[in-house]
């Protein structure tokens, strides 16, 4: 079996030591993978010094063009690369071909975004000439999950890139091969060797290593709660800043006058994507007691309509990434109160028996103090309960440690942006869900949810720092 290498300095680079990678469709091995180590990730960052100073000299004209090119050839190749993340981790391959379209499209934003990115010139006193230079850090950690592999490349990699920073990317242990192919494909645009290289491996390995590099100058990181904590740590004691996307437990807050139809339409796809596995997932529905029953029931009929399998039969839903996950996903629901509307269980059956499936599960009547109320579960389940007015809404809303995204459904346009106002959360939207890739948008959490911004020009902000200069003249 060929193993998964890491990319350093424009080329393959492959080890004694490895690790399975498995298909959670049916738990057939795909392949070996590197386990990468601590001098893999010592290789990576002095490459990446080494080719920083020069990629940032050259002019934001040809950072951009090589961007747009990467982006076409990530377009022209994105059917091996959605088959990739298909495979490694169940995802529908429809859903992965638009995950790597998206990630075209972070490289075709920074791209045309680094063209028109400006210091400020500060005439406050006459005797001085003042401005100030937005300058890259210098070399970038980043270590990101396994839901959205291709994304989540393109969301760490391309404003880091554009702005003059090179980058060593750890990917998640279960999906390690669409970011190797994409750092391939990079040098093959134009990015020069060094400027993005990928070491696979297991997070305690070569996740950490990377974290405690004291060549690193910003890291970011894109995982759960738990693993944030340790390596928002490990580069305080580098001095080094973080950017920190965690989970989330979003609420949908839908008022009498909403359109329930869309309410359920949306509200289906924000917690069935990627089988419920995405940080913005909507897994709270908050509801008015007066249209409760109504929207069960629309909930209802809609997830028992959807149709489960492995990723390259293009169901609605895969199987989640693991047999792990999906005892975890089991283990929360058996412990929750409530009523279960629909799902609730493992499907079985021939081949779904055999994989990491789990029904699209719909519990009402839920505790604000249970634990699947305040806790992300990272799979197909959505809670309810009900509130009376504005006010309870809002505390519902506001009512766990996390806050990524929220969604007000209500035709009363002053209504929404009261709300917007006061619900806790890095994205509100309203009468709507979700914004395929968001590319766009500023992205992040309040709370446990992390801090800092990606997507969006926050992020250019986000990757290199204010140098100003005073002239006296
Ligand atoms: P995880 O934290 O276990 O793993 C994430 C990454 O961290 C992986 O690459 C892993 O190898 C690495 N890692 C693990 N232990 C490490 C260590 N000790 N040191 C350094 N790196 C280590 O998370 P997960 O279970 O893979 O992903 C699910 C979580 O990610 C969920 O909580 C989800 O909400 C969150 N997530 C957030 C966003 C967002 O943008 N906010 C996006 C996707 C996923």
Request: aromatic share 8%; glycine share 10%.
């Amino acid at each position: 079996m060929t193993q998964t290498p890491a990319f350093i300095a424009g080329e393959r680079v492959t080890g004694a030591d490895s690790y399975e990678n498995v298909d959670p469709a049916d738990g057939h091995v795909i392949g070996e993978v590197l386990r990468g180590t601590a001098e893999h990730i010592d290789a990576a960052v002095a490459a990446a010094r080494r080719a920083q100073p020069e990629w940032a000299a050259t002019k934001p004209e040809h950072r951009a063009d090589v961007a747009q090119a990467f982006a076409a050839l990530v377009l022209e190749n994105v059917e091996e690369l959605a088959r990739l993340d298909s495979e490694d981790t169940g995802k529908p391959i429809s859903q992965a071909r638009t995950d790597g379209q998206v990630t075209a499209r972070y490289f075709t934003f920074y791209g045309r975004a680094i063209d028109s990115y400006y210091g400020l010139q500060l005439p406050v006193d006459p005797a001085f000439h003042v401005y100030t230079r937005r300058e890259p850090l210098g070399v970038c950690g980043s270590v990101i999950a396994w839901n959205y592999p291709l994304q989540l490349f393109g969301r760490a990699v391309a404003p880091t890139v554009v702005t003059g920073n090179a980058v060593v990317l750890k990917p998640a242990d279960e999906t390690p091969r669409s970011a190797v192919r994409l750092a391939e494909l990079a040098v093959e645009a134009g990015f020069p060797p060094g400027i993005i290289n990928v070491v696979p491996g297991i997070g305690a390995e070569a996740g950490a290593a990377l974290a405690a590099h004291p060549g690193i100058d910003h890291m970011g990181f894109v995982g759960s709660n738990a693993v944030g904590k340790l390596i928002a740590g490990s580069a305080a004691d580098n001095v080094v800043p973080t950017t920190l996307e965690l989970g989330g437990k979003s609420p949908h807050v839908v008022f009498p006058d909403a359109d329930l139809d869309r309410v359920a339409l949306f509200a289906t796809k924000g917690i069935l994507q990627n089988a419920g596995q995405t940080c913005s997932a909507g897994s709270r529905l908050l509801v008015h007691s007066s249209v409760e029953d109504e929207l069960l029931e629309r909930l209802r009929a809609s997830f028992e309509s959807t149709t489960l399998g492995p990723g390259s039969s293009d169901p609605d839903l895969g199987p989640l990434i693991s047999r792990k996950q999906q005892d975890r996903v089991t283990g929360m629901v058996e412990r929750a109160s409530g009523r279960v509307v629909t799902g609730g269980t493992r499907p079985t059956g021939s081949s779904l028996g055999d994989g990491a499936y789990f029904s699209p599960t719909l519990i009402a009547g839920v505790e604000q103090d249970a634990e699947i109320f305040q806790e992300e579960v990272f799979g197909p389940v959505l809670v309810s309960r009900t509130f009376e007015d504005e006010d309870e809404a809002v505390a519902l809303a506001n009512g766990t440690d996390y806050a990524l995204m929220a969604a007000v459904w209500s035709r009363d346009s002053s209504r929404v942006h009261r709300l917007a106002a006061r619900i806790r959360a890095g994205q509100v939207y309203a009468n709507a869900y979700g914004a395929g890739g968001g590319v766009e948008y500023p992205f992040g959490g309040f709370g446990k949810s992390g801090y800092g911004r990606e997507k969006g020009y926050e992020s250019l902000d986000a990757y290199t720092a204010t140098k100003t200069v005073l002239v006296s003249l």
